[in-house]
């Protein structure tokens, strides 16, 4: 069964820098890796697709890697920015049509 | 225009009660879904339906029943209501699942289920 962690659970970096959020999968037979931004008592929202044959998409200041092979994802924001602050969830989408989603990474972006 | 939308935000019930939460996408998509995101914010599909027809059903209790009217509605059903029912529950959309369709879900604002 496909199981989806990401590390860390939570992070707390200055406005400005650089981050990056890990997504690691179990088992690589994956259609699309998903990046999700929650924000507290809101619905998600998409911000990135990787398709299994792309190795990386990028919008703005985030950009996403994906490794198939080593079942890993990456998702790089860029001069974070307390807007930024809000818990971030990978999703695989598997054989069978099925969803798994990690735990979240809450990030928090101080001013 | 709000593309999921979800009815109730919240709801408050007493143990034992049925409820529905109701949803809908004016996207066009064939694909939605429901989702349970607990108190650990861990979030799990429970039900897919895809133009009408369901086509995932985790193991969730019977007591929970999705019912679509029409593609641009999926209503989730839940009888008996328990305490561990308490939840987030998301509705949401894609397009139809396919080796390379860029199934971007689109999810609703969820509804807070509180089980007294």
């Known amino acids: 069964k496909q199981e989806v962690t990401q590390i860390p659970a939570a992070l707390s970096v200055p406005e400005g820098e650089n981050l990056v959020l890990n997504c690691s999968f179990t088992d690589s037979a994956i259609y699309n890796l998903q990046w999700f931004r929650q924000d507290p008592g809101k619905g998600l929202t998409s911000l990135l697709l990787i398709q299994s044959s792309q190795r990386e998409q990028t919008s703005g200041r985030l950009n996403a890697s994906l490794d198939k092979s080593s079942g890993r994802s990456t998702l790089y924001i860029a001069a974070s920015q307390p807007g930024d602050s809000a818990t971030y969830l990978c999703a695989v989408r598997a054989t069978g049509n099925q969803f798994y989603f990690g735990t979240g990474t809450s990030l928090t972006v101080i001013p | 225009d709000t593309a999921v939308s979800q009815t109730p935000k919240y709801l408050v019930t007493q143990m034992g009660n049925d409820k529905s939460i109701k949803c809908e996408q004016n996207?066009?998509?064939?694909?939605m879904y429901w989702y349970k995101q607990d108190s650990k914010k861990f979030l799990k599909i429970m039900f897919s339906?895809?133009?009408?027809?369901?086509?995932i059903n985790e193991t969730v209790p019977n007591r929970f029943s999705p019912k679509s009217p029409d593609k641009a509605h999926l209503n989730l059903h839940i009888n008996s209501l328990e305490l561990g029912d308490s939840a987030v529950y998301f509705c949401?959309?894609?397009?139809?699942?396919?080796?390379?369709?860029?199934?971007?879900?689109?999810f609703g604002p969820g509804t807070r289920l509180t089980v007294l």
């Open positions: 339906y895809n133009n009408k027809e369901l086509i």
């Open positions: 949401a959309s894609s397009l139809p699942p396919g080796l390379d369709t860029p199934d971007t879900q689109y």
């Open positions: 996207l066009g998509h064939d694909t």
